[in-house]
């Protein structure tokens, strides 16, 4: 069954033109991976699909529903975590899970419960009642994480979930996803760690300046491209190594000079 359906989705902001015509069916119980270079169009295509921007050309559903007419019914069904650690940060972690809690109508004894255990999970415990001012990048985004989780959605979209995380909660984070997608949770996610995304998606869709490059399990990507590893794909359809090769050395002759 589809699950998350784009048709013909364009987005233009003022004339530039960033998503042209991506088509796609998202079958229920899959992790995807979405990956692209920087400004591809990936946290706009996972900020439409989870009905904050709402203007664009084309549809998008998310389990039927329609998110450019009813955002607020797709954020009912959604977990979303956010690209940057943009949360309240005079919060403290337990204020800020109540506050997401109460917004998905979760009753404080849930929360509470929930908070306690998951911020233990994620080593924060002895910081539930800090303010998060001072928190480090990788801190204030176990945080979104949790925030992003804590209702148990079903379909969850994590826009660069491992950004800023150290090398142990990358792996904890990892697991985390494959018991969701083992659950039945369907899970859309963009990342720039290819040997993470090579791991545990089902499915890897690469886009490249607002168009879809390629579409597959790794398996088929790796069968038609032949080039090993997911990041030779992704440098292949998304860019030239020589070329950057050629980058890097003119970048340290301008440092030298
Ligand atoms: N609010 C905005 N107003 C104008 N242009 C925007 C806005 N948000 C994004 N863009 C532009 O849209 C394009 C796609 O941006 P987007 O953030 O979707 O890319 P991305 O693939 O998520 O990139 P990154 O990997 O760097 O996070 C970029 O050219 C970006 O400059």
């Known amino acids: 069954m589809s699950i998350i ?16 015509d991506i088509n796609l069916d ?9 990956i692209g ?3 591809a169009g990936k946290s706009t295509t996972i900020k439409i699909l989870c009905g904050i921007i709402s203007e664009f050309e084309g549809s998008a559903t998310v389990m039927d529903i329609d998110v450019r ?15 940057q650690a943009a949360l309240y940060e005079v919060l403290t972690p337990t204020e800020y899970l109540r506050f997401s809690g109460k917004l998905y109508n979760m009753n404080d004894q849930a929360i509470a419960t929930k908070t306690t255990e998951l911020l233990r999970l994620f080593d924060l415990h002895d910081k539930a009642h800090t303010r998060m001012t001072n928190f480090s990048k990788g801190m204030k985004q176990k945080v979104l994480l949790i925030s992003g989780l804590i209702h148990n959605p079903s379909i969850i979209f994590l826009d660069e979930p491992l950004s800023g995380l150290d090398a142990n909660a990358v792996i904890l984070v990892k697991e985390i996803l494959s018991q969701l997608k083992a ?11 290819m040997d993470v995304v090579e791991k545990i998606s089902d499915r890897i869709i690469i886009i490249d300046k607002g168009e879809v490059k390629a579409d597959g399990s790794f398996n088929e990507l790796q069968s038609n491209a032949h080039l090993g590893s997911l990041e030779n794909i992704f440098t292949a359809l998304t860019g030239n190594s020589n070329q950057q090769q050629n980058t890097a050395n003119e970048f340290i002759n301008v440092l030298k000079s």
């Not at 998202?26 to 979405?34: F, K, L, R, S």
């Not at 659950?183 to 760690?193: E, L, R, V």
């Open 5 to 20: 359906q784009l048709k013909h989705l364009r987005k233009s902001y003022d004339s530039n033109l960033v998503l042209k």
């Open 26 to 34: 998202i079958e229920a119980g899959q992790i995807v991976g979405y």
């Open 183 to 193: 659950a039945g949770k369907t899970i859309f996610y963009s990342s720039h760690i």
């Open 37 to 39: 270079p920087n400004g």
């Open 69 to 83: 007419t009813n955002p607020l019914a797709v954020k009912q069904i959604i977990g979303y975590i956010p690209e």
